[in-house]
Every structure is written in C-alpha cells, then in structure tokens.
C-alpha cells in the first residue's frame, strides 16, 4: 500500500493552511472530509482547483485512492465554495454504486502474463488495442512507429528530451533489446489516441499518460520495475470475449486496479531498479543498480552483465 505521507497547502475562504493526515493511499472521501473539517465548506460544496493558471480537478469516485488524483506532496490547492455541486455530487455516488456494480458483473480485472523479452511495453500495449491478441511479432512495426515519429519532430524529441541525439535515440529504439518506458508510453498513446495507465507495484501510484488530452477510453499495464503486463477484464461467462479498453468515465475501473498492484506489492512482486546488485564477468566488478549497470555496459559486451 502507498503509505507516502501527502501534505497539501490549502487556500480557501478561512486562509492559507496545511492540510495533513493523508497518505497516497487514503481515499478521495477521506481528503474531502478533512478538507471539509479544515476549511469549513460543506463537504458536498467543495471545488478544488490547482496548477497555473488554476483548473478545476475532476474528482473520481470517493472510493478511489489518492493515486488516481493529480497531486504530490506540497502542492497548492484552492478550495472554493459551488452550492450547485451538492445535487451532482450525490448524482455521480449513485453512479458510481451502479458502474462498479456494472462492472463486478461483466468479469474480472486480472493480469495477462506476456513474455519477458525486452518488448513487453508494446506487445502489451498492442495487445489491448487489439481486443487481447498476443502477438510477438508486433514489437518491430511498433518500434519503427515511434522512430517514424521521433525522427518526423526533431524540435520536440530533442537531445535534451531524449538523453540522446534524435538520430541516436531512434537507432536505440530500434535495436530489440532496447526496452520501452515514459517516451514511448507518451507517443503511444497519442497515436492510438487513448489513455494509457501505468500501474507500478513498486511505487503504488497510476501514472495516466494523454491524461490532459480528456481521451475518452483509456487501456491499463501493469509494470513492476522490469516488466510490462496488459491488465483485462476477463469476462464471467465462458465464451465471451475480455474487455481490454475502458471508458475514462469508468473510474472504478482504476480502483481494481490498484488492488492488483497493492497484492502484488505485498508479495514482493516488484524489482526495485535502484538497488538490485549485478557482477560484472569480464572484470568481475560488483555494480548496483541500473543506472550503474548501463554506464559499466558502455565500456564492456551487456551481456557480460549477470
């Protein structure tokens, strides 16, 4: 479970104050009632807006996790007064009572084991846009798209950007054992023109990529420090087909989710990328970590890395 403490300033009517108590893994309903308790506006008259300039944050089912908001430790919130909320925000609870009951009877979320073989990411990812079809053969066509992309826009995907020369970057990609992450993630999800989450076990959070583009379907991985699963709804009748894309209104969907990442957490079911220990066989060097790992791989074959 996220049990990262989660500090917010809070600016409202009553003053700039520190709102404390939450962690990542309280719930949506538990901020709103300690919001409530420290500013003095009715619960169901709450307004929150954050960033520069301020937007109104959409706020998911209660029952949801703190991970499914855009908040970090520090931020700025300001908290307004809406009478007119009172009668949609009991309007959405019954929504959501319905769609999570909905969607408890359609089947259940579970993990879709693929292959571990440097282009888990998009055959993952492929598979969701495809209705569950593993196909190991996507990853190429799938690399050469996002090379196709990088390569088109040498002004966006700069070295700075990249960490490498746009040419650079696109040769890497390219190569079968380069593995997939954040950029590739992004540019994906623009081409298909869905939301992509990332469940990550190790932190506990969703990291939504195209969440600012209000798609409207979004697809779920599920990654665990090295490795990149498709998470689908498998249908409870036999025969039906899984559901691998959801509607982005279907917030709850996101709450099953995290209790797959919080089970797999629990279980030690992550690699924490930082810290693992690798030997060097050529010069027998004892390495921590990937970052380490990587650097010692420029001077000697990887694969002389264990």
């Known amino acids: 479970m996220a049990t990262k403490p989660l500090q917010l300033r809070c600016t409202s009517k009553s003053g700039q104050q520190v709102l404390t108590g939450l962690t990542l893994s309280s719930s949506v309903g538990e901020m709103m009632t300690k919001i409530s ?8 008259w709450i307004k929150i807006r954050t ?10 089912d209660e029952n949801n996790l703190l991970t499914c908001l ?6 700025t919130i300001i908290v307004e007064e809406d009478q007119s909320l009172e009668r949609e925000n009991k309007q959405k609870r019954i929504d959501n009572v319905i769609q999570t009951q909905s969607l408890q009877n359609q089947g259940m979320l579970m993990r879709k084991v693929v292959p571990a073989n440097n282009s888990c990411l998009f055959t993952s990812i492929y ?12 990853s190429p066509m799938m690399r050469e798209l996002i090379a196709g992309v990088v390569l088109s826009d040498p002004q966006t995907f700069n070295q700075a950007f990249l960490g490498r020369s746009n040419s650079d970057y696109c040769k890497w990609i390219m190569d079968k054992e380069s593995w997939g992450g954040g950029i590739e993630i992004a540019i994906l999800s623009k081409y298909y023109g869905v939301e992509i989450d990332v469940v990550d076990t190790k932190s506990g959070r969703i990291d939504r990529f195209g969440e600012d ?5 979004r697809i779920l991985v599920i990654y665990d420090g090295i490795h990149y699963d498709p998470l689908v709804l498998e249908p409870l009748i036999p025969g039906e087909t899984v559901t691998t894309i959801f509607s982005t209104k279907e917030a709850s969907i996101l709450a099953q989710a995290m209790e797959i990442a919080d089970e797999a957490k629990a279980s030690r079911q992550f690699t924490d990328v930082s810290s693992f220990t690798l030997k060097c066989l050529i010069c027998q060097k004892q ?18 890395i264990t």
Not at 51 to 60: A, F
Not at 70 to 75: A, H, K, V, W
Not at 127 to 138: A, H, I, T
Request: with cysteine; charged share 25%; net charge negative.
């Open 37 to 44: 308790e420290l500013t003095k506006v009715k619960r169901d």
């Open 51 to 60: 960033g520069y300039p301020p937007k109104v944050v959409e706020l998911c």
């Open 70 to 75: 855009p908040f970090r430790s520090g931020d």
């Open 127 to 138: 598979s969701l846009m495809n209705d569950g079809e593993l196909d190991l053969s996507c």
């Open 213 to 217: 583009q209000n798609y409207p379907e």
């Open 287 to 304: 390495l921590t970590g990937q970052t380490d790992a990587q650097q010692h791989a420029k001077t000697t074959e990887p694969s002389h």
